[in-house]
């Protein structure tokens, strides 16, 4: 028996919020891992960072464009274009 988590963090908050769960002898990963155990002809170094990492690139680094990008998804704009798209496929379902 496998149980994939999001992320390691994840999997040990419910291995602590559930400890009467015996999860002894169950192997407990994250789908990265899983992924890189099965298909070890992968780059490691690209595919083993992390969320954190990612964020900090983004904060640290001086890529401007995904930096708009991210500004842009969390913007008024970006959420009324989101419901406008949402709105879009409502009425297409209805008729």
């Known amino acids: 028996m496998l149980i994939l988590g999001p992320s390691k963090m994840f ?6 919020l559930l400890p009467d769960l015996n999860l002894e002898g169950i192997q407990q990963m994250t789908f990265q891992q899983l992924a890189l155990m099965i298909l070890p002809f992968l780059p490691k170094g690209q595919l083993d960072r992390s969320h954190h990492w ?7 680094d001086d890529d401007e464009l995904e930096r708009k990008r991210i500004e842009f998804k969390g913007s008024l704009s970006f959420m009324r274009l989101l419901d406008w798209f949402v709105e879009g496929i ?6």
Do not use: D, W
């Open 11 to 16: 999997i040990s908050s419910f291995q602590g």
């Open 54 to 60: 990612y964020f900090e690139s983004v904060l640290f």
């Open 90 to 95: 409502k009425e297409r379902y209805e008729s």
